[in-house]
């Protein structure tokens, strides 16, 4: 199901939070370099993350349970529901995280990419960044990987199976982003890994903060933190490397199924092979 355009533009966004009251959405496919981003953000004073959370798909549920088709009918929930279910998704968020004041939340899960349309309904004004990789180094690092969430585990059985779920997931993002228009920054993992200063003032500028050397630190931050409960969290506490990058061409000759089912957005993201 999609977004339909006609319901989008009698979308009304009377009563929804600015940019500044709205959470920050870090999304992508999982192993795109979400947790590192998250880390440099949250070393800075005016944001805090919390765990992955499943708040926002809460909502979406909240909202079918409710009676509203989603995602082609959101026009039809009433402003008094809208700030419900806002206050039911910050509610969720306090069980996580006490924000001090002026703080802004920064919400952190991959398959959030996959709740855009819920994203711009609830929150219009929210910024997003959108982790970008080398879909074969993510496909190869999602398989090696230990995942808990059991329709994810079965994704990553096989290459092929996983180069299939990829290329729906960013099917979908960038279908209902043509309608949405949401506010986004698409960050690539190789450049920001090689160019971190930069590419991290880059989205300080578009997330409106000021900018602190804390963010240039995501290692140390995290090791600050203690336990983070995803699989990066391993490599988020070494120092910023690209060591990463290109790791799937050792194992090129599996992926005959796999370049065709991803090239499109090797197309798109202008990847050479």
């Not at 998704?89 to 802004?104: D, M, T």
Request: charged share 25%; with cysteine.
């Amino acid at each position: 199901s999609s977004c339909d355009a006609a319901d989008v533009a009698s979308w009304d966004p009377a009563g929804a939070p600015c940019a500044e009251e709205s959470p920050i959405f870090i999304l992508g496919f999982p192993r795109s370099g979400t947790t590192l981003l998250e880390q440099a953000l949250d070393a800075h004073p005016s944001l805090a993350s919390m765990d992955e959370t499943r708040f926002l798909h809460e909502i979406i549920d909240r909202m079918v349970d409710d009676g509203t088709v989603y995602p082609e009918r959101l026009a039809t929930i009433p402003r008094a529901k809208l700030d419900d279910l806002r206050k039911l998704y910050w509610a969720l968020v306090r069980r996580k995280i006490e924000l001090k004041p002026g703080q802004r939340l920064v919400d952190k899960n991959p398959l959030n990419l996959l709740a855009l349309p819920a994203i711009r309904r609830l929150f219009p004004d929210s910024r997003i960044l959108l982790a970008i990789r080398h879909p074969c180094d993510v496909i190869l690092s999602c398989y090696m990987q230990h995942f808990r969430a059991p329709d994810f585990t079965l994704l990553c059985r096989d290459l092929p199976s996983l180069a299939a779920g990829y290329r729906r997931a960013f099917d979908f993002w960038y279908r209902e982003a043509a309608i949405l228009h949401p506010a986004v920054r698409e960050v690539r993992y190789e450049t920001l890994v090689t160019e971190f200063e930069p590419q991290l003032r880059g989205i300080a500028d578009f997330l409106r903060l000021t900018w602190t050397e804390a963010m240039l630190a995501p290692g140390e931050h995290a090791r600050s933190k203690g336990f983070i409960s995803t699989p990066s969290y391993s490599e988020v506490v070494q120092p910023v490397h690209a060591r990463s990058v290109g790791r799937w061409r050792a194992y090129e000759r599996h992926f005959g199924e796999v370049i065709p089912q991803v090239q499109p957005y090797l197309d798109r993201w202008e990847y050479r092979g």
